[in-house]
Antibody
Framework: QALLVQSGAEVKKPGSSVRVSCRSSGENFRTYYTSWVRQAPGQGLEWMGRILPKFTTANYAQKFQGRVTITADELTTTAYMEISSLRPEDTAIYYC?????????????WGQGTAVIVSS | EIVLTQSPATLSLSPGERATLSCRASHSVSSYLAWYQQIPGQAPRLLIYDASIRANGVPPRFSGSGSGTDFRLTISSLEPEDFAVYYCQQRRDQGSFGGGTKVEIK
């Protein structure tokens, strides 16, 4: 069973950038999509985008296009999600998740979440 | 962009009762829909995918139905651990989520 371990909490100033990592301990990292989902305090889930490491191509929700960059490093089996020009409304828990082939490419394994706080 | 609307926002029920949650899509998503359960403080858990297939380890009291634009998640008899928030998600066009339904103890 794959395990996704995310980097620790971050506190950032408005206008800065943050990069969150997600290390996979499972096999076949390069052939599974890794998705990113965020959850603002007391709010619902928001799909941000995903990457297939095998092809190094990412696609993004329209809302995040241009401000979010998702990358993956096959050597370290780690995916990254970077947000630039941070705003207070980006304060949220950020989750990575694996889109499992055996579960129809839905998110069947999740990281523990990374809290990002944006405050001046 | 496909918008998913869940109803009701909150469902107040007692243990042992049947829960029926709805998810409506703004455009057809065929059967490309999943349901997740989230307990406060935890990451979401995949329950149902492709509208009606239970994920590994999910008890049979959870069932999903629907296709196109209208979907349902049914919990046949609520257990104490089922009181949580439930989200639907489509993967027909990217991966949007519904706003969630909170199932709370009455």
């Amino acid at each position: 069973q794959a395990l996704l371990v995310q980097s620790g909490a971050e506190v950032k100033k408005p206008g800065s950038s943050v990069r969150v990592s997600c290390r996979s301990s499972g096999e076949n990292f390069r052939t599974y999509y890794t998705s990113w989902v965020r959850q603002a305090p007391g709010q619902g889930l928001e799909w941000m985008g995903r990457i297939l490491p095998k092809f190094t191509t990412a696609n993004y929700a329209q809302k995040f296009q241009g401000r979010v960059t998702i990358t993956a490093d096959e050597l370290t089996t780690t995916a990254y999600m970077e947000i630039s020009s941070l705003r207070p409304e980006d304060t949220a828990i950020y989750y990575c998740a694996r889109d499992g082939a055996s579960t129809g490419y839905y998110m069947d394994v999740w990281g523990q979440g990374t809290a990002v706080i944006v405050s001046s | 962009e496909i918008v998913l609307t869940q109803s009701p926002a909150t469902l107040s029920l007692s243990p042992g009762e049947r829960a029926t949650l709805s998810c409506r899509a703004s455009h057809s998503v065929s059967s490309y829909l999943a349901w997740y359960q989230q307990i406060p403080g935890q990451a979401p858990r995949l329950l149902i995918y492709d509208a009606s297939i239970r994920a590994n380890g999910v008890p049979p009291r959870f069932s999903g139905s629907g296709s196109g634009t209208d979907f349902r998640l049914t919990i046949s008899s609520l257990e104490p651990e089922d009181f949580a928030v439930y989200y639907c998600q489509q993967r027909r066009d990217q991966g949007s989520f519904g706003g969630g339904t909170k199932v709370e103890i009455k």
